[in-house]
Each structure stands twice: as structure tokens, then as C-alpha cells.
């Protein structure tokens, strides 16, 4: 029988998540065998290609623990037999006492499902995002004396407590994350089993992101592009202040893609300005839409901040997307952003919450033809040297291969 892999996930599928399920076709494409659990039900009425590609069989988990009751009673009673269930209730409760909230609890009752159904033929758990998915891997694991791993991104590593963090990296049988600046963080805490926490770019599909457009300068109106969700940490409320800056000539028009919690509030807030028809604020939309927009666009923003609890941007996938279709970058040096921008050589960086000095630099590329062309094709050049996703997707393979032997292809 193959061994399989249990990906815990915290929604699937995701628009917003594009690059976990790219990782897991292209982890299937490698011969490993992969079942999803997640944490949630999808929200989104729209999915991507790559999701049609991925093969796995998806099991939600109890989304709310009181939705389900008779399921969670049932995996009580299994997982209280479990060899490790009382080592796993010792670390839930410690973790309670430090972090008394429903959330936490509902963690706990996520994973004895998962410890109860997950078959025996799924012999390692690997969670997506070190905060919640990582918990209710941990307790798993713990209950059913698998070993377990993480992905950590953006939001998991700079929001949760050093303690919790540090405690998860011990526990873990290995950890891999997509920025130097996370990798460099997270091994100054701790060290999984297996060694330190190792840098898996995510990287993109070039070939999927390679429309040939002509970004020779012409005349006329400046089409100035945004890819994110509307959260506040993509600042885009201050985007459109940026904007409302700009000089009169060249014209330009700015369109935004995507979904979050304050699109209703920025698209009020578009509609207060000078010129609310320059403004078209789209929703969620699939992604070949975003490559659509991409290739009509002339400039691509992004004005990514950095927020009180610490949450932040990695490596926003977007700017990978919109740097390999030749487009022209302004985006703020939040986040990890510049380990993928350099100032001036493959795009412009301002600083965070910068609202004229962000407008400056969109002016200046509006004005300025062929340093368009010039940050255009050297962001391109790096994107294509740097982030192959099929590059990153053989490491990956190679890191699941040499530390989780019997599922290795």
C-alpha cells in the first residue's frame, strides 16, 4: 500500500491560496500521494485550473465544533484510546492556559477528528501556515504518533507568541518557509527535528505567466493595475490616496482585482474622489482574469504595510506574477518584499505608508517610457532566473523525499 500525505489546510480550495495548490499538483505530479484536510469550507464561487488538476481527496474537518457534535463525540471516544491522547491533552491544556479562546479549543476538537479518521495509510501530517493548521497537525500527531511538518508563510510567523512558535519547531519533524527573512526568524527560536528550517521559494508557473505583450511606451491613457486581497495590510485605502496625487496628464485609469473584508469600504472610498470613473475595483476574480489584467496593464502597484500585530507580507505571489509578464512594479518595502524588488533595478520601492512618495514613483514611471521598459524586462529577467515553480516544486519533493522516507515516490 502507498503511504500518503495528510495536508491540513486552513480552507480549500482558495483563490487567495493559489500557491499551496500549486505545490500540491505539483507534489502529486512527482508521484507522491496527498489527501487535503481542512479546517474550513470554501467561501469562493470560483476556482482556479490548477485546482481541476489536483487529485486528492478533500475531507473538511468540523468547521465549528458544535455543528457536528455527535462527530466530535465519536472521535473522542476514539482518540482517548489513542497511545499519545494523553500527551497531546497535556500540551492542549498547557497551550489553553497561555491562549484561553474558542479558537484554541476548536483546534483541539479539529485534530481528534483528524487523529480518529485520518487512515492508517496516511503516515504524516503537513500543515499550510504555522498558526492554526499547525496546531491541529501537532495534536494529531501527538495523538496518533505520526510525525508532522509545516509551511510557514507571512501571517503564521509574525503574529503568533515566540512561545508558541518556539514549541512548534521543536515538536516538528522539519519546517520550510518561503522568505529569508522568515527562515532567518524562526531558526533564531528554534530547530525542528530534522534541522533548521529551510528556505522553498514558492515560486510560479512561468509558462502559465508568459503572455508576450508589447510594453513599448504609446500614447495615451496609463493603465495602472493591482492584484491582493482587501485587507488592511495591503494598504490599499492608502493606494487609492496615492493615487488621488497624481497629476492630471498622462490620464490613467487604475483596476484592482480581488476579494477581502473591506472591498465594500474601498469601493466607497474610490467613490469619493475627484475621479471616481478612474477607479474599478473588481472582486475575487480566476486567475485567468489576473493574467488578463496583467497583460493590459502598464504599471502594477502594490502598497503592502506592515500592521501593529505584526502581520505582514512574504513574497506577495502577485508581484512574481506581474514581474514575469513584463509589467513595471511600484510596490512599498514591506514585508519581504525586497528580497524580490531591488530599487530601481527591477522596480521602485517606497516606504511603507509613504502616500507621496508612493505617488512620486507612479508619476515618474507614468512620465517616463522607457524606464517602464527598462524595470519591465530586468524584473521579468529575475523573476525567470529565480522563482520557477518547477525548480522550488523538485526541492520541496527532495525535502519530503529525504526526511518522510515512506512516502518517497
Not at 493591482?226 to 485605502?237: L, N, P, Q, T, W
Not at 472591498?263 to 489576473?290: C, I, M, S
Not at 512594479?329 to 514585508?335: F, N
Amino acid at each position: 500500500m502507498t503511504a500518503r500525505l495528510g495536508f491540513v489546510l486552513k480552507g480549500y480550495p482558495r483563490l487567495s491560496e493559489t500557491f499551496i495548490a500549486a505545490e500540491i499538483a505539483n507534489l502529486e505530479a512527482r508521484g507522491f500521494a496527498i489527501d487535503i484536510y481542512s479546517l474550513r469550507h470554501p467561501t469562493d464561487t470560483k476556482t482556479h485550473p490548477v485546482h481541476g488538476k489536483i487529485k486528492a481527496a478533500v475531507t473538511y474537518l468540523p468547521e465549528y465544533l458544535h455543528d457536528e457534535p455527535g462527530r466530535v463525540l465519536g472521535a473522542w471516544q476514539k482518540a482517548r484510546e489513542l497511545p499519545g491522547y494523553k500527551a497531546a491533552r497535556a500540551v492542549f491544556t498547557r497551550d489553553l492556559a497561555r491562549d484561553a479562546t474558542r479558537n484554541r479549543v476548536r483546534r483541539f476538537g479539529q485534530a481528534m477528528v483528524l487523529a480518529a479518521e485520518a487512515p492508517k495509510d496516511v503516515t504524516h501530517f503537513h500543515a499550510h501556515f504555522l498558526h492554526t493548521p499547525s496546531s491541529v497537525a501537532r495534536y494529531a500527531a501527538m495523538m496518533t504518533g505520526r510525525g508532522w511538518s509545516f509551511s510557514a508563510h507571512a501571517k503564521d510567523i509574525w503574529t503568533i507568541a515566540d512561545w508558541e512558535k518556539a514549541e512548534k519547531l521543536a515538536d516538528a519533524r522539519f519546517g520550510v518557509t518561503c522568505t529569508r527573512a522568515g527562515v532567518d526568524h524562526l531558526n533564531a527560536l528554534g530547530t525542528p527535528q530534522d534541522g533548521p528550517v529551510q528556505l522553498i521559494y514558492h515560486g510560479i508557473d512561468l509558462e502559465r505567466f508568459n503572455q508576450q505583450t508589447d510594453r513599448t511606451p504609446a500614447p495615451g491613457t496609463i493603465r495602472l493595475v493591482s492584484v491582493g486581497r482587501a485587507v488592511a495590510k495591503k494598504g490599499y485605502d492608502g493606494l487609492i490616496g496615492s493615487l488621488e496625487a497624481l497629476p492630471a496628464t498622462p490620464p490613467w485609469t487604475f483596476e484592482h482585482i480581488g476579494g477581502g473584508p473591506l472591498l465594500n469600504e474601498l469601493k466607497a472610498r474610490a467613490a469619493r474622489t475627484v475621479h471616481p470613473e478612474r477607479f474599478l475595483l473588481r472582486g475575487a476574480r480566476p486567475q485567468g482574469d489576473v493574467i488578463d489584467l496583467l497583460a493590459q496593464g502598464d504599471i502594477f502597484l502594490l502598497t503592502s504595510e506592515n500592521q501593529p500585530d505584526g502581520d505582514r507580507d512574504g513574497i506577495p505571489n502577485v508581484l512574481l506574477e506581474a514581474m514575469a509578464m513584463g509589467l513595471p512594479v511600484v510596490a512599498s518595502d514591506a514585508g519581504a518584499i525586497a528580497e524580490l524588488v531591488t530599487h530601481d533595478e527591477t522596480g521602485l520601492l517606497v516606504p511603507p505608508g509613504d502616500r507621496a512618495g508612493f505617488a512620486a514613483a507612479v508619476a515618474r514611471l507614468m512620465r517616463e517610457g522607457e524606464t517602464r521598459a527598462r524595470l519591465g524586462a530586468a524584473g521579468q529577467k529575475a523573476v525567470r532566473a529565480r522563482f520557477d515553480m518547477r525548480r522550488w516544486a523538485d526541492e520541496l519533493a527532495q525535502v519530503f523525499t529525504e526526511r518522510v522516507p515512506e512516502t518517497a515516490r
